[in-house]
């Protein structure tokens, strides 16, 4: 079964900095399409979670371009550019397959201001 | 607009039975796997389980194998998740999610189910 740890688990940052945020697979996420699929979501104190990136590095529609993914394999980076206070959330990262529809949460990382 | 509203939460004895309900619209519903992820309080999301888009098929995380059933009503847009032998540790918020790993990503506001005597 896929595993996926996030670090830091907590991530305090000042406004306006970089903040970065680790996924790490217990097993290569390469599929056998050739993809690799890896997102990120977003979740917001109260709300619901919202996708931010998939495929690895392709942010979603409406996601500021402060947000970047990045990685391969088994090594996957959330980076955002300079963190505004809209920012403030839980991160998680995702893995799935088309099919199965089975999916596998990191542990989140929230980070603070 | 995809609206999806889930319904169905509440207070229920261990032991006890619940079914959520997530009515979906705006999209074409039966096309879709269709899925529900947990969120006990103050805790991280956990997968639970997802239907095909015929609910031929299902799929189950193992900390709710034999005690859930998926299953949906493609006439009516509407998922659901019967949950039984309920045990403290149950007790979460349930999303109602379309999640696509390419496509766009929908998902409910969430019901709160609370396991306590």
């Known amino acids: 079964d896929v595993v996926l740890t996030q670090s830091p688990l907590s991530l305090p940052v000042t406004l306006g900095q970089p903040a970065s945020i680790s996924c790490r697979s217990n097993q290569s996420l390469l599929y056998s399409d050739g993809n690799t699929y890896l997102n990120w979501f977003q979740q917001r104190p109260g709300q619901s979670p919202r996708r931010l990136i998939y495929k690895v590095s392709n942010r979603d529609s409406g996601v500021p371009d402060r947000f970047s993914g990045s990685g391969s394999g088994t090594d996957f980076t959330l980076k955002i550019s300079g963190v505004e206070a809209e920012d403030v959330a839980v991160y998680y990262c995702?893995?799935?397959?088309?099919?199965?529809?089975?999916?596998?949460f990191g542990q989140g990382t929230k980070l603070e201001i | 607009e995809v609206q999806m509203l889930e319904s169905g939460g509440g207070l229920v004895q261990p032991g006890g039975s619940l079914r959520l309900s997530c009515a979906a619209s705006g999209f074409t519903f039966s096309t879709y796997a269709m899925s529900w992820v947990r969120q006990a309080p103050g805790k991280g999301l956990e997968w639970v389980s997802s239907?095909?888009?015929?609910?031929?098929?299902?799929f189950y995380a193992d900390s709710v194998k034999g005690r859930c059933t998926i299953s949906r009503d493609n006439s009516k847009s509407t998922l659901y998740l019967q949950l039984s032998s309920l045990r403290a540790e149950d007790t979460a918020v349930y999303f109602c999610?379309?999640?696509?790993?390419?496509?766009?990503?929908?998902w409910g506001q969430g019901a709160l189910v609370t396991v306590s005597s």
């Open positions: 995702l893995h799935g397959t088309h099919w199965p529809p089975v999916y596998t």
């Open positions: 999610a379309r999640i696509h790993l390419v496509g766009a990503n929908y």
């Open positions: 239907i095909s888009g015929s609910g031929t098929n299902t």
